[in-house]
């Protein structure tokens, strides 16, 4: 495994995290998965090298969280760099909603709010730690930027979050799904080190802006969907379609005119799997984590076993003339 220090934070973290958002299971993954397995998982992704376990409230509504929280207890806590999330809330029991917050999401039939107001960012990292298990978390992230009707200044945010690492509760400060503008307001008001933004071999958006602002303000860009929700793992069958309310079913790459294009670039990607002696869900990973010294993923395994099939792609290191033919291997999907 291959690490790196995560922004100017002085932590050490791994090339590639483990995301956790389909180990919480629920309507959007089809179900809860068998507990007992996604504690497997963590705890195997941290014998094998990789520290950052990354989850957030928003994942089944705290069940993500609770489930990471379980498979802390079995592992010494320094060493794993724990990510979690604020801005993304929801009513009821152990939700934190009060009637404020920008409706943004329905998962099943609850609704989700996006707010990130100092009061509300407070209430969230206390529940946070409460499911974690534990009394700070390593990296503590925006989820969503907040929109109208409320929306809270950047500054405001970040000075909560500011305190929050002066009180020993967080250690470092992570943005997800932000602007250059947004990141710019960021760094203007605190250390920002992660911004996290999607990005594969298919999803190459982040090329033209938040990588180059990352690398100007020495910020880690983490990929999440590194490999399109399953889709770049070559495992799923041509034929496969997502059912009714599956998060994949919406997918611009799920589409069934372009899953045949995309089936047929895998089959091209072959060859170059062989080569490195790898699959082609690990030659995926490994396409990202050769983007830059500043540039990790995380990988969203949900049984032990892929947790070690996606492993070595952390020491595959492509030969530029590979990493030239992958990109032009998806830029003809893409047309």
């Not at 998982?41 to 509504?61: C, H, L, Q, S, W």
């Not at 009513?91 to 009060?98: L, M, S, T």
């Not at 998060?247 to 089959?267: C, E, G, I």
Request: glycine share 10%; aromatic share 6%; hydrophobic share 40%.
């Amino acid at each position: 495994m291959r690490y790196h220090e995560l922004g100017s934070s002085g932590i050490q973290v791994s090339k590639m995290g483990l995301g956790t958002w389909a180990i919480g299971g629920g309507p959007a993954w089809g179900g809860d998965l068998d507990e007992q397995v996604c504690i497997d998982t963590i705890k195997e992704a941290i014998n094998v090298g990789i520290n950052m376990i990354d989850t957030a409230p928003g994942y089944n509504f705290g069940n993500s969280e609770r489930i990471v929280g379980k498979a802390l207890k079995e592992v010494p806590r320094d060493k794993v760099v724990l990510v979690t999330k604020c801005g993304v809330i929801w009513g009821g029991e152990g939700g934190v909603y009060e009637g404020k917050g920008t409706p943004w999401n329905m998962v099943g039939d609850r609704r989700l709010y996006k707010l990130l107001t100092p009061e509300s960012i407070r209430k969230e990292v206390e529940m946070s730690l409460k499911r974690l298990g534990t009394d700070y978390i390593d990296l503590y992230m925006t989820h969503w930027p907040s929109v109208p009707p409320f929306e809270t200044p950047i500054a405001e945010t970040v000075g909560e979050l500011n305190r929050l690492k002066e009180e020993g509760k967080i250690r470092a400060i992570g943005a997800a799904n932000v602007n250059i503008e947004q990141i710019e307001e960021y760094v203007a008001n605190g250390e920002l080190d992660l911004v996290q933004g999607k990005y594969n071999v298919l999803s190459r958006d982040i090329e033209k802006d938040l990588l180059p602002i990352c690398r100007q303000h020495k910020i880690t860009m983490q990929a999440y969907s590194p490999l399109e929700q399953g889709l770049l793992t070559g495992a799923i069958p041509r034929d496969f379609v997502p059912g009714p309310g599956d998060a994949r079913s919406n997918k611009p790459l799920w589409q069934p005119d372009v899953r045949p294009k995309v089936h047929d670039m895998l089959d091209q990607f072959k060859p170059i799997a062989d080569k490195y002696n790898c699959s082609i869900a690990a030659l995926n990973l490994a396409w990202i984590m050769c983007q830059g010294d500043e540039v990790n993923l995380l990988s969203g395994a949900t049984t032990p076993d892929q947790v070690d099939m996606n492993v070595v792609a952390a020491d595959v290191v492509l030969e530029p003339e590979d990493i030239q033919k992958m990109n032009e291997l998806a830029a003809a999907v893409l047309k």
